[in-house]
């Protein structure tokens, strides 16, 4: 059972570091394009952060590798 929890953990924490990536993709496209004043570049920039502070705190917990992707 620690098995699956571990895979899952990892799944988890995986597609949390690419979504905040292409988050990031997708905000500096929009910036370059004069649209951050946009409602979407503000939904864009709050889910950054919702983001951000979930890799902040699997960092904390030391349940990231140091210089992984998201960061």
């Known amino acids: 059972m620690e098995n699956g929890r571990l895979e899952a953990f990892e799944k988890m924490l995986a597609a949390v570091q690419k979504e905040y990536a292409d988050i990031l993709s997708k905000m500096d496209k929009m910036k370059s394009e004069g649209k951050v004043k946009t409602v979407t570049y503000q939904q864009m920039l709050s889910r950054k952060m919702m983001y951000q502070n979930m890799l902040s705190m699997y960092e904390i917990y030391g349940l990231t590798?140091?210089?992984?992707p998201g960061r």
Request: no cysteine; net charge negative.
């Open 65 to 68: 590798a140091e210089g992984s």
